[in-house]
């Protein structure tokens, strides 16, 4: 065994780097929570990442977009059990990838790929609602847009690494 993979046989740069991406995704999507609870419960409240009148990321979190992308209102209700606001589903999402992250199989990698494009996509919404309809930028997200497309990278590099290992393996 080489000195840069570790006890599990995952090279130690893509667990540090998993662990780190996800500990920043949770944090800042706890953060988002937070903020969005305060907003609703206080007008007046002023969040970190407020900086200006379209650098504002509590604009965006208590927007329409700020719950199931926007567009789970459209099927099931704005006040919906489902409409939840994306926070969570990010911090699902972290908290996933990061469990995951831990096991080694073709399988778990196949679906931290799917669960990885899926958060790709739904940044670039989110991004281009960002950009196009609310006209703000927001700190927070895109910090969380970056996450994704790193952990996105980080997932091909295991399930590619994964897939040579067990061709390796077949012949």
């Known amino acids: 065994m080489s000195s840069s993979k570790s006890s599990n046989g995952v090279p130690k740069w893509e667990r540090w780097a998993r662990v780190l991406l996800c500990a920043l995704g949770l944090i800042l999507s706890v953060y988002a929570l937070h903020v969005e609870l305060s907003k609703e419960n206080d007008p007046n409240y002023r ?8 650098v504002s990321c509590s604009k965006v979190f208590t927007s329409r977009w700020g719950r199931g992308f926007g567009l789970v209102q459209l099927f ?38 799917m669960a990885s494009w899926l958060s790709v996509a739904g940044s670039l919404y989110l991004a281009a609602i960002l950009v196009l309809v609310l006209g703000d930028f927001c700190m927070v997200c895109v910090s969380t847009y970056i996450i994704n497309f790193a952990l996105l990278y980080i997932n091909l590099k295991r399930r590619t690494g994964l897939n040579g290992k067990q061709k390796k393996k077949t012949r």
């Open 47 to 54: 969040a970190m990442c407020d900086l200006a009148e379209s």
């Open 76 to 113: 099931a209700g704005k006040d919906s059990l489902l409409n939840q606001p994306n926070s969570i589903l990010g911090i699902l999402f972290y908290t996933l990838q990061l469990g995951l992250g831990q096991m080694v199989s073709v399988t778990a990698a196949h679906f931290l790929v």
